[in-house]
């Protein structure tokens, strides 16, 4: 392997995006980023997979009441089997 290398005509490659996350810039108060590094530490896991997390569990109250006012269909029925045997 060489010392030094030239990287002066180097191009980035294509970035591969990840499928159903999106990046983005958020600007939260230090005590928030605190506590979810902490508590993310002690539990083995990734500080931004648990504001995620809770971010996923505030909407789920929206969410059950939106699927409340439809019916149950077939297709419906489908849907949820299968995103909870992927898990």
Same mark, same amino acid.
Do not use: C
């Given at each position: 392997?060489?010392?030094?290398?030239?990287? #002066?005509?180097?191009?980035?490659?294509?970035?591969?995006?990840?499928?159903?996350? =999106?990046?983005?810039?958020?600007?939260?108060?230090?005590?928030?980023?605190?506590?979810?590094? #902490?508590?993310?530490? #002690?539990?083995?896991?990734?500080?931004?997979?648990?504001?995620? #997390?809770?971010?996923?569990?505030?909407?789920?109250?929206?969410?059950?009441?939106?699927?409340?006012?439809?019916?149950? =269909?077939?297709?419906?029925?489908?849907?949820?089997?299968?995103?909870?045997?992927?898990?």
């Amino acid at each position: 392997m060489r010392k030094e290398y030239d990287f #002066s005509k180097a191009k980035r490659g294509a970035v591969i995006p990840s499928k159903g996350k =999106t990046r983005i810039t958020i600007m939260l108060d230090d005590d928030v980023i605190e506590y979810f590094r #902490s508590k993310a530490e #002690s539990e083995g896991t990734g500080y931004q997979t648990m504001i995620n #997390s809770a971010l996923r569990a505030a909407l789920a109250p929206a969410k059950r009441k939106a699927s409340e006012d439809r019916p149950l =269909t077939v297709a419906v029925l489908r849907k949820v089997l299968r995103e909870e045997l992927q898990q």
